[in-house]
């Protein structure tokens, strides 16, 4: 699998279809585990983090797995005071 992604260029149209592929996968395994694991309560944060990730990207995470408030929370914990 890593062969085949390191394989494609990032403006290949299969890279996109990959990732989004991905992250979605990844979205719905997160969710599975607040409901199933954490019993649907409101924290821990869950998210992904692939290091080389935008902030957009972190965000996008975030709102997927997560509740308005604790978005709420990430987002004024990040932002610089003043």
Known sequence: MVAYVDALD?????????????????????????????????????YVDFGDMSDEERLWFIRQCNAPNVVEWYRSSIEPAG
């Open 10 to 46: 990032v403006e290949d149209p299969a890279f996109s279809t990959h990732i989004d592929t991905l992250y979605d996968t990844l979205v719905v395994a997160l969710n599975q585990v607040r409901h199933r694991q954490l019993k649907d309560e409101v924290r821990p944060l869950l």
